[in-house]
C-alpha cells in the first residue's frame, strides 16, 4: 500500500459538503432482470421470465448520485425531453439527494433511456432510446448561460461526454474559460470519437486505456501489452491538453497517474476490487471520487487511491450504482493488513 488505510478512512469524511457542478449528457437506465429457461417458438432468442425491474440514474446523472452519496453536493447541468421519461428522471434526482433545477428542457429530442435486459448477471440485449444529435444554438447558449451561473457557487466543476450532443466544442471552452476564471478546477472524462483538441485548458483527464490510446494519436498499434507503452501516452496527453495531470483508469490493473512534471513513468495505484459483477458506471464513480478528493485539497494519490477503493464497491454490484461513504469506510477497512 502506498499510503495507511488510517489516513485514508480520515479523509472520507472532508469530502462532505463539497459543491460540485456536473456538465454533460444524462439519461435513465432501466433494467429488466429476470431467468431464462427456454427459446422462443417464434424466432430464436432467449425468452426472459422478468422477476423485477429498476430505473437508476444513468450517464452524468450517475456521477450526480455518486457524488452525493459520498457526501457531496452536486449541480446537474445537460438536456432532457418534454416526455414522461424526463419526469421519471427528474423524480430519481430528488431521490438521490440531486437537485434537478439546473436541467435545460429540450422539446425537440428524448430523454436519453437505456434499457437493459438480464438473465442474472449477463446482459441479453441493451435498448437505447437516444437521438445523438448537438443541441440548437437556443439550447446551448441556455445551457452555458445555466452552467456559467452556477461554477462560481461550486468548489469543482466536472465534464461528462458520452457523445450524445450535449458537450460541443463551445460548450466545453466556455466551461472551462469560466472555470479557470473562478480558479475552479475541471475534471473530464472523455470519449474517444471527440477530437482530443477540444478538451484542451482541462486540469484533470480521466480516460480508461483504450480512450487514452486513442485520444493521445500515436502510431501505436499493440494494445495488448499497454503497461509497456502507457507513460509515452501519458506524457502525450499532458502536453496536448495542457494539464495538471492524466489519470488513465486500467480495469483490473488499478490506474496509473501522470502528473505535470512528475515522475516519467507515472504513479500506479493497484485495483481494490475483490469482485467483479458488472463495470457499468465505474468511471462515474472514479471521477466523482477523484473530484471530491481533489476539491477537499487531498493529494492527487490519495485522491486516486479513494476513488480506487469507491469503484472497488460498485463494480461488486449489478448496474450503476453509489457508494455512500459508509460502505466506502467498510470496504477500505476490509483491505487492512
Known sequence: MMQGQEKLLSLVDKMRGRKILIVGDVGLDE?????????????????????????????????????????????????????????????????????????????????TRKLRVMAGQHHVVRVDFERKKFLTREVEERLIVQAKKMIPLCDGVILEDYAKGVLSGQVITEVIKEAHRNGKDVTLDPNKTTPVELYKGVDFLTPNTEEAFLLSGLNIDDLRNPSETLHEVG??????????????????????????????????????????????????????????GLTSEFSLEDSCLLANYAAGV?????????PTTEQLKDYIQSHQN
Open 235 to 292: 506524457a502525450e496527453l499532458l502536453k496536448r491538453l495542457e494539464a495538471k495531470a492524466v489519470i488513465i483508469t486500467r480495469g483490473k490493473d488499478g490506474m496509473s497517474a501522470f502528473e505535470k512534471n512528475g515522475a516519467p513513468n507515472g504513479t500506479h495505484i493497484p485495483t481494490f476490487a475483490k469482485s467483479v459483477f458488472d463495470v457499468t458506471g465505474a468511471g462515474d464513480t472514479v471521477i466523482g471520487a477523484l473530484t471530491l
Open 314 to 322: 460498485v463494480v461488486g454490484k449489478i448496474g450503476c450504482v453509489s
Open 31 to 111: 433494467y429488466v432482470i429476470g431467468t431464462v429457461r427456454r427459446i422462443s417458438p417464434e424466432a430464436p432468442v432467449p425468452v426472459v421470465e422478468v422477476g423485477e425491474e429498476d430505473m437508476r440514474l444513468g450517464l452524468a446523472s450517475n456521477v450526480a448520485a455518486n457524488i452525493s452519496s459520498l457526501g457531496g453536493i452536486p449541480y446537474l447541468v445537460g438536456a432532457i425531453g418534454n416526455d414522461q421519461t424526463g419526469e421519471i428522471f427528474k423524480s430519481l434526482l430528488r431521490k438521490n439527494n440531486c437537485t434537478s433545477e439546473c436541467l435545460i428542457m429540450d422539446s425537440s429530442r428524448p430523454t
